[in-house]
């Protein structure tokens, strides 16, 4: 057959290889395994285990037991321990002194502890050595803290002494209901801004000079730099700060009150931390304690929750 002159004869295109289809890895692929082992997080995962999720899981059994000290076989209780808890008036003053002890320590604490953050961050005069005087209520113990502040607070202190000098009476602050637990407060506070501040001013460190600089071009003054500069960007990391001071008072309150009031005078100082201490190895009563522990867990999460979504990044 003759091909008429001028025609062009089309080569066909070559036909596309079609994707080979890629098969699934086997199950028992060691690559694949590798992948997804943990590796060297091993150690921490099994670590976390056993010390962390075990004692959760612990503290949820004994409180559905009726455990009346450790040398005596516990027996079932389901739901009495919290029917106990409930109904019982110290339980209801220990939730109302936690709460009065966070909603006025944590605002206070986390504020204070930002505005020193950001006086240090503008580096002053000696701002080194603010920042390690900042850090030193953190390496004083727990014992040594109470002894100090009771050497303050005791009717014969040094409180009491200043105030007769001015001319004021004093007054038994660790044996008063009226000031007991605002005492505790004042310690708490004494204890956690420093080593808050510490923690912000690291992050106050990384913001960029030229956001401050361009903003103090524009007028800015100190209040301005801190609250609408500062405060923004760090706003995450305060939310990070604020819950693990939240955890601290929350779960840590029974060793000032343990060395200092014993809960008194009557149930003032009675928190629900301090309560656990006392019906679990004074009373003896582990299964209620454990009740108080699962109220005291529940109240953690959601408080810490509710911190996170209140300190939320807005940028």
């Given at each position: 057959?003759?091909?008429?002159?001028?025609s062009q004869v089309e080569?066909?295109?070559?036909?596309?290889?079609?994707p080979?289809p890629?098969?699934?890895?086997?199950?028992?692929?060691?690559?694949a395994?590798r992948?997804k082992?943990?590796?060297?997080a091993l150690p921490g995962?099994v670590w976390?285990a056993?010390?962390?999720?075990?004692p959760v899981?612990?503290?949820?059994v004994?409180?559905?037991l009726?455990?009346p000290?450790?040398?005596?076989d516990p027996g079932?209780?389901g739901?009495?321990n919290f029917r106990?808890?409930?109904a019982?008036?110290?339980?209801?003053?220990?939730?109302?002194?936690?709460?009065?002890q966070i909603?006025?320590?944590?605002?206070?604490?986390i504020?204070l502890?930002f505005?020193l953050a950001?006086?240090?961050v503008?580096?002053?005069?000696g701002?080194?050595v603010?920042?390690?005087?900042?850090?030193?209520?953190?390496?004083i113990?727990a014992?040594?803290?109470?002894?100090?502040f009771?050497s303050?607070l005791?009717?014969d202190?040094?409180?009491?002494?200043?105030?007769e000098?001015?001319?004021?009476?004093?007054?038994a602050?660790?044996a008063?209901?009226a000031?007991?637990l605002?005492s505790?407060?004042?310690?708490?506070l004494?204890?956690g801004?420093g080593?808050s501040?510490v923690?912000?001013a690291?992050r106050l460190?990384?913001?960029d000079?030229?956001?401050?600089?361009?903003?103090?071009?524009?007028g800015?003054?100190n209040?301005?730099?801190a609250?609408?500069?500062?405060w923004?960007?760090a706003?995450?990391?305060?939310g990070v700060?604020?819950?693990?001071q939240f955890?601290?008072?929350?779960?840590s309150?029974?060793q000032?009150?343990?060395l200092?009031?014993?809960?008194?005078?009557g149930?003032?100082?009675?928190?629900?931390?301090?309560?656990?201490?006392?019906k679990?190895?004074?009373?003896?009563?582990?299964?209620?304690?454990?009740?108080?522990g699962?109220v005291?867990?529940v109240?953690?999460?959601?408080?810490?929750?509710a911190i996170?979504?209140?300190?939320r990044?807005t940028?």
């Open positions: 057959m003759s091909v008429p002159v001028g080569n066909p295109r070559p036909a596309s290889p079609s080979v890629q098969r699934p890895a086997p199950r028992n692929d060691p690559a395994w992948q082992f943990p590796g060297l995962l976390y056993i010390f962390t999720v075990g899981v612990a503290m949820f004994i409180a559905f009726r455990w000290g450790m040398l005596v079932f209780a739901f009495g106990d808890v409930f019982d008036p110290v339980f209801w003053d220990a939730l109302r002194n936690s709460a009065v909603a006025v320590g944590l605002p206070v604490m504020v502890a505005l950001f006086y240090v503008r580096k002053p005069r701002h080194q603010l920042r390690f005087m900042l850090f030193v209520p953190a390496l113990s014992p040594a803290t109470a002894l100090m009771y303050l005791n009717p202190g040094l409180v009491n002494g200043v105030l000098t001015l001319g004021m009476s004093g007054r602050w660790l008063d209901e000031t007991a605002p505790l407060i004042v310690i708490d004494w204890a801004i080593y501040a923690l912000l690291s460190d990384s913001v000079e030229e956001v401050v600089q361009a903003a103090m071009i524009d800015a003054g209040g301005r730099l609250w609408g500069i500062y923004p960007i706003r995450d990391f305060i700060v604020a819950m693990l955890l601290s008072i929350l779960f309150s029974a000032n009150v343990l200092l009031t014993k809960g008194g005078p149930t003032s100082t009675t928190t629900l931390s301090y309560l656990i201490y006392q679990a190895f004074v009373d003896a009563d582990l299964g209620y304690s454990q009740a108080v699962i005291l867990f109240l953690g999460l959601a408080g810490m929750f996170r979504r209140l300190l990044p940028h």
